[in-house]
């Protein structure tokens, strides 16, 4: 078993759409990031959370950490959110990552 | 401020050659942490760099070696190529090298192996 999970493993929504993407982890963290990869690799982080909820712009992420759960929403999706979205956690110095989310919107 | 560099974007190479791929962090940052990016396997932390020190490694073979240079440069060498070892690599730098430190990813390296 996987110490990152993430759900579901693709996702297509219409324009607009309110967007939920769900990470959990059975390790124990320092911190969880949430990166955004688009086509041709390129990554950038979004989030780096170790408690409660941040928000930018359309993006909203929780995190829970006595579920060991986080989610990353995105508000009315626009087609350049379209992306693969990872969940990474933070132990011991290192980011271990869950396998990623593809959004086509 | 400029972003993190990686350099060649492109590489094609045969089994048994070596490779050495570079990463330029932004300007300030200490931490370079070098990562592997494979359809089967999706992201792998490969090692981190601290202050010219290797402070952690992943789990691969020893023909992955990196070193990080006083200016805070790195590169990663692999020597007798395999084809499994066909991948983006990535780096990406941050200010300190702690797991809660927001780290900047470069565009990466494509290695392809024939």
């Known amino acids: 078993k996987n110490e990152v999970e993430q759900s579901p493993q693709n996702l297509t929504a219409q324009e607009g759409e309110f967007i939920t993407i769900n990470c959990s982890y059975s390790v124990g963290i320092s911190a969880l990031h949430w990166l955004q990869q688009h086509p041709g690799g390129g990554i950038v982080s979004l989030f780096m959370?170790?408690?409660g909820k941040k928000k930018h712009g359309r993006l909203i992420a929780t995190i829970n950490i006595q579920e060991k759960h986080s989610s990353l929403h995105i508000t009315a999706s626009h087609p350049r959110d379209s992306a693969v979205y990872i969940c990474a956690v933070g132990r011991a110095d290192k980011l271990i990552f869950g396998t990623g989310t593809r959004l086509q919107v | 401020k400029a972003g993190v560099t990686q350099t060649p974007r492109y590489l094609i190479k045969t089994r048994g050659q070596q490779v050495t791929l570079s990463c330029s962090p932004i300007s300030g940052h200490r931490s370079v942490s070098w990562y592997q990016q494979t359809p089967g396997q999706g992201l792998q932390f490969l090692f981190e760099?601290?202050?010219?020190?290797?402070?952690n490694k992943g789990n691969f073979p020893g023909r992955f070696s990196g070193r990080q240079f006083s200016n805070s440069r790195s590169e990663m060498n692999v020597s007798t190529l395999e084809l499994g070892d066909s991948a983006l690599y990535l780096c990406?730098?941050?200010?300190?090298?702690?797991?809660?430190?927001?780290?900047?990813f470069g565009p990466g390296t494509r290695l392809t192996v024939l």
């Open positions: 990406a730098s941050s200010l300190d090298h702690r797991a809660t430190d927001t780290q900047y």
């Open positions: 959370l170790s408690s």
């Open positions: 760099y601290f202050s010219e020190t290797q402070r």
